[in-house]
């Protein structure tokens, strides 16, 4: 039924599909870091390599009591349950923006500790919690 | 010859089918719209703005499977040579290529409101932008290679490549730190969505896909009439 040319193609493109899909997966991986679009207080404090001119994203939740709006800033405390990063803020921030829920911050690294933020994204979840967070909460509590 | 024997025959029943689905369209819209409009339940965080849940998530799923759709029958296109086929992927591409950018567009008119931010260049997002990139690609080949088989050869070659961006869009979300939250509805375990919302949800997706149905018969029709209207000239 099958002739030559049909298998020869088959098997041909079967090849090749399979290692595109491996090299796409190889690319992924190395790419990880650069495709991540932001990082965890727990990244930032293993990263040795900090480059504090260069903005960068911080993700995380609000730390519960943390949220601190005077005058002209907004303090608050991003955490990923092992680690925190105290940010400071001003400007608006989204309407989905509050206490124990999902953050994402761009901004400027002062030290390790201290974060200064030119622009808030909400990351909302109906979970209240983003699963990359559980993991590392789940691997925390371990 | 590109199974025209049975063409024919084939044309009633698309006719029949198209008459049918006009007739059912407007009413289950309808019917849809309320659901989603006004019947269904704003959401406690993000109040009315979820609403466009209900057609950015038939868009994206829409998108998804009908590049999917394209791929495999580009797949036995291009090994069996089976000429239907390619007259069936050209016409999906337009309607997926169309409900693509209906995802992006919804996408990031939902995301001002909830994330504060038009565009993010967060993993699901940009792979979604390669895959209308990948459709518009197909179209293109399509549309500027005059040789027909040499059209037929190139475009199922560019949609088979493209296949392999489909998995990295449906778990982007999970492999990588995205500002895009998760999928709510899994194909296993209980979905995060609450009924109440879940069912306009399913009805719009139904009318979005009978949509798809309609324009697919329609364009699936033209073709075949550009090919036999080849076949005469000839």
């Known amino acids: 039924?099958?002739?030559k040319k049909v298998k020869k193609r088959a098997s041909l493109l079967s090849i090749s599909l399979i290692i595109s899909?491996?090299?796409?997966f190889v690319i992924l991986q190395s790419l990880k870091n650069n495709i991540l679009y932001f990082k965890s207080p727990s990244d930032i404090k293993k990263n040795q390599e900090l480059d504090f001119s260069k903005k960068i994203r911080v993700g995380g939740m609000v730390k519960k009591n943390s949220l601190i709006v005077q005058e002209n800033e907004i303090k608050f405390v991003i955490t990923d349950f092992k680690n925190?990063?105290?940010?400071?803020?001003?400007?608006?921030?989204?309407?989905?923006?509050s206490e124990e829920k999902g953050v994402v911050a761009e901004g400027k690294l002062q030290d390790k500790k201290f974060f200064i933020a030119e622009r808030i994204l909400a990351k909302h979840d109906e979970n209240y919690m983003p699963p990359e967070l559980k993991e590392i909460m789940k691997k925390n509590a371990k | 010859m590109f199974g025209l024997l049975n063409n024919?025959?084939?044309?009633?029943?698309?006719?029949?089918?198209?008459?049918?689905f006009n007739s059912i369209f407007f009413i289950l819209l309808l019917v849809a719209l309320s659901f989603a409009l006004i019947i269904s339940p704003p959401d406690y965080l993000q109040g009315d703005s979820v609403r466009?849940?209900?057609?950015?998530?038939?868009?994206a799923w829409i998108g998804l499977a009908s590049y999917t759709c394209i791929a495999f029958l580009s797949i036995l296109n291009f090994v069996f040579k089976i000429k239907?086929?390619?007259?069936?992927t050209k016409s999906i591409a337009p309607i997926g290529l169309l409900f693509t950018c209906i995802a992006i567009i919804t996408g990031s008119l939902w995301g001002r409101p909830t994330w504060g931010t038009f565009w993010a260049w967060d993993a699901r997002i940009t792979s979604m932008l390669f895959l209308a990139f990948f459709y518009f690609l197909f179209i293109i080949i399509n549309k500027f290679i005059k040789d027909d088989t040499k059209a037929n050869k190139i475009s199922s070659i560019v949609a088979i490549i493209g296949l392999v961006n489909i998995p990295i869009i449906k778990y982007s979300v999970d492999w990588f730190n995205t500002l895009h939250q998760p999928a709510s509805i899994k194909i296993t375990g209980t979905s995060t969505i609450h009924s109440?919302?879940?069912?306009?949800?399913?009805?719009?997706?139904?009318?979005?896909?009978l949509y798809c149905a309609l324009i697919f018969l329609m364009k699936?029709?033209?073709?075949?009439i550009k090919i036999k209207k080849k076949n005469l000239k000839r």
């Open chain 1, 1 to 3: 039924m099958l002739t």
């Open chain 2, 84 to 88: 239907n086929f390619s007259l069936v």
């Open chain 2, 196 to 209: 109440s919302m879940l069912l306009p949800l399913f009805l719009m997706f139904l009318v979005l896909i």
């Open chain 2, 220 to 224: 699936y029709k033209t073709e075949i």
């Open chain 1, 84 to 97: 925190e990063l105290q940010v400071s803020y001003s400007g608006t921030v989204p309407n989905l923006f």
């Open chain 1, 21 to 24: 899909f491996l090299a796409i």
């Open chain 2, 52 to 59: 466009i849940m209900y057609v950015h998530v038939p868009a």
């Open chain 2, 8 to 20: 024919s025959n084939l044309f009633q029943w698309i006719e029949k089918l198209i008459n049918f």
